[in-house]
């Protein structure tokens, strides 16, 4: 249980163009989904929380007109990264908290790796 | 937010027991105790999640003191599979907007032959 997927596991693009990520929980409703991006060697880093429904909640210093982020229904939220960059070239990890139960606890999905040419 | 502490780095053989130990001295009354572990380029998956007391699975044990100002994460008789890198996080027990995770920087666990 908790499976959560993302899709495409990696991309290549070049400069200037936009890039699509999905994330989906496959066997349980997520009225809450979050993106987070990691560089090499470090921490992830959270991007934004992104609400079913309603508009994303970013965290300060990310772009929101960069980082679009739809959540549309109970199991998908997506990530387009307008006009990307080279510096934008990144592992992005989504989470989803499953709706049921009590507890809070985020399941991860297996990231997507983005080279911008 | 809670902040955790954890060591850099860790360096074990095959078949030993590890520790690792995680500070979280301002959690509060509400936070619960998650590990997770990462392998390269994969997503953090979950490991063990506990508020007080000891919590085991088929893959660890949770170790926390009365306190609960630190955890410790008990992997027993590790493989060469086990290297990667463990996260320890506070959270807010209870589902509700606004809780979120913070990352710190994890323990990179190195089991050696």
């Known amino acids: 249980g908790a499976v959560v997927s993302q899709h495409p596991s990696w991309v290549i693009c070049k400069s200037g163009t936009s890039v699509k990520i999905e994330c989906r929980s496959l066997d349980f409703q997520a009225t809450t989904m979050f993106w987070y991006r990691q560089f090499p060697k470090q921490s992830l880093m959270l991007m934004a929380t992104s609400n079913e429904g309603s508009k994303a909640t970013y965290e300060q210093g990310v772009e929101k007109d960069k980082f679009l982020i739809n959540h549309a229904s109970l199991t998908l939220s997506t990530l387009t990264v307008t006009s990307a960059h080279p510096e934008d070239s990144s592992f992005y990890i989504c989470?989803?908290?499953?709706?049921?139960?009590?507890?809070?606890?985020?399941?991860f999905g297996p990231g997507t790796r983005l080279t911008v040419l | 937010l809670a902040k955790t502490t954890q060591p850099i780095s860790m360096d074990s053989y095959e078949g030993q027991e590890v520790n690792i130990t995680c500070s979280h001295n301002?959690?509060?009354?509400?936070?619960?105790i998650t590990w997770y572990q990462q392998f390269p380029s994969q997503g953090p998956r979950f490991i063990i999640q506990g508020y007080k007391t000891k919590v085991t699975n088929e893959v660890a044990s949770l170790f926390i003191p009365a306190d609960r100002k630190s955890s410790t994460l008990s992997l027993p008789r590790v493989s060469l599979s086990d290297t990667a890198v463990y996260y320890c996080l506070v959270g807010a027990l209870i589902k509700a907007a606004g809780n979120k995770l913070t990352f710190g920087g994890g323990t990179r666990v190195l089991v050696k032959p």
């Open positions: 301002n959690i509060a009354t509400n936070d619960y």
């Open positions: 989470s989803a908290r499953d709706a049921g139960g009590y507890t809070d606890t985020q399941y």
